[in-house]
């Protein structure tokens, strides 16, 4: 699998994760995959139970990818994600690890977009 396969496959398993398509995710992850978000127990299986839940709180919410990088087996996607419509969203910054065609490891960092934000270039 070459690096724009695996962009690919990063963005739509954060679409199908957004969107609490589980099996789709989950076909796109290896068997014993791992996430390192500290705010859900160990394991995939777990974080994909979070997503699933978040998506069914939140059924407006969306993701706008805005940049998708890649380098070696890493690709790192920095997105505009919001939970409600209209709502200021997160930037927030995915790193997936992949072996093979699948993903084996998941990070998560985010930032919530402020409502007074002095940069005139913006977060995006």
Do not use: C
């Amino acid at each position: 699998m070459n690096q724009q396969d695996r962009k690919k496959v990063a963005t739509e398993f954060l679409r199908h994760a957004k969107a609490g398509n589980r099996a789709a995710a989950e076909q796109l992850v290896a068997p014993g995959a791992r996430h390192h978000n500290p705010y859900f127990a160990a394991g995939m299986p777990a974080l994909l139970d979070a997503i699933v839940a978040a998506a069914k709180a939140s059924p407006s919410g969306d993701i706008q990818v805005k940049h998708v990088l890649a380098d070696g087996d890493y690709v790192a996607v920095h997105s505009h994600v919001h939970q409600e419509k209209g709502d200021l969203g997160i930037a927030v910054v995915h790193i997936l690890r992949f072996e093979g065609d699948r993903i084996v490891e998941f990070w998560d960092i985010g930032q919530m977009v402020p409502a007074d934000n002095p940069n005139k270039d913006g977060m995006f």
